[in-house]
T-cell receptor
């Protein structure tokens, strides 16, 4: 069982609110990722991190921001939520090649609805 | 062109059928390859890694052709429980180990 956790699992929030989606892993992985996925659609990488104080934007433009102050924690923030942000957000982590198999482990996701 | 492309689905097959999924990748620096399975409204989970020599896990066989930049997954004797979306994943070592997912191929196994 993967040791990566996302909270909240479900969130319904009004337009204009600031929200932070939490993601934590206890596996000591350097790499962490945020993906956005609409129902029945493909995963889109929106942010990733190589390690502490390292963050990069992914392939899909996103109005969200991330931070990586601690290895185990990779929160995603939306300053002002809009209905177009309604989606599922999946966090994942993976080790560096030298740390073992490079497969990614996913959290259970946060299903966000902005009304 | 997408970095990772999979067969468009859905694949609708009867129980007991053999089904093959194909995946191509464009970045020759890709070093690690995986097949993931994603059930409806759930997170993706690792099905199997793909090794250069090919590898088998029960009814599942994965193959890698680096020269053609092609990965495949074969499922034998399909079960109803195999119904899911199958995702091809490559790890780009020359981009810091960024993981790129294909768009997925949906499999529906019918009785």
């Amino acid at each position: 069982e993967a040791d990566i956790y996302q909270t909240p699992r479900y969130l319904v929030i009004g337009t204009g609110k600031k929200i932070t989606l939490e993601c934590s892993q206890t596996m000591g992985h350097d790499k962490m990722y945020w993906y956005q996925q609409d129902p029945g659609m493909e995963l889109h990488l929106i942010h990733y991190s190589y390690g502490v104080n390292s963050t990069e934007k992914g392939d899909l433009s996103s109005e969200s921001t991330v931070s990586r102050i601690r290895t185990e924690h990779f929160p995603l923030t939306l300053e002002s939520a809009r209905p177009s942000h309604t989606s599922q957000y999946l966090c994942a982590s993976s080790p560096n090649p030298g740390q073992g198999n490079t497969e990614a482990f996913f959290g259970q996701g946060t299903r966000l609805t902005v009304v | 062109r997408k970095e990772v492309e999979q067969d468009p689905g859905p694949f609708n097959v009867p129980e007991g059928a053999t089904v093959a999924f194909n995946c191509t990748y464009s970045n020759s620096a890709s070093q690690s390859f995986f097949w993931y399975r994603q059930d409806c409204r759930k997170e993706p989970k690792l099905l199997m890694s793909v090794y250069s020599s090919g590898n088998e896990d029960g009814r599942f066989t994965a193959q890698l052709n680096r020269a053609s930049q092609y990965i495949s997954l074969l499922i034998r004797d399909s079960k109803l429980s195999d119904s899911a979306t199958y995702l091809c994943v490559v790890n780009l070592y020359n981009q810091g180990g960024k993981l790129i997912f294909g768009q997925g191929t949906e499999l529906s196994v019918k009785p």
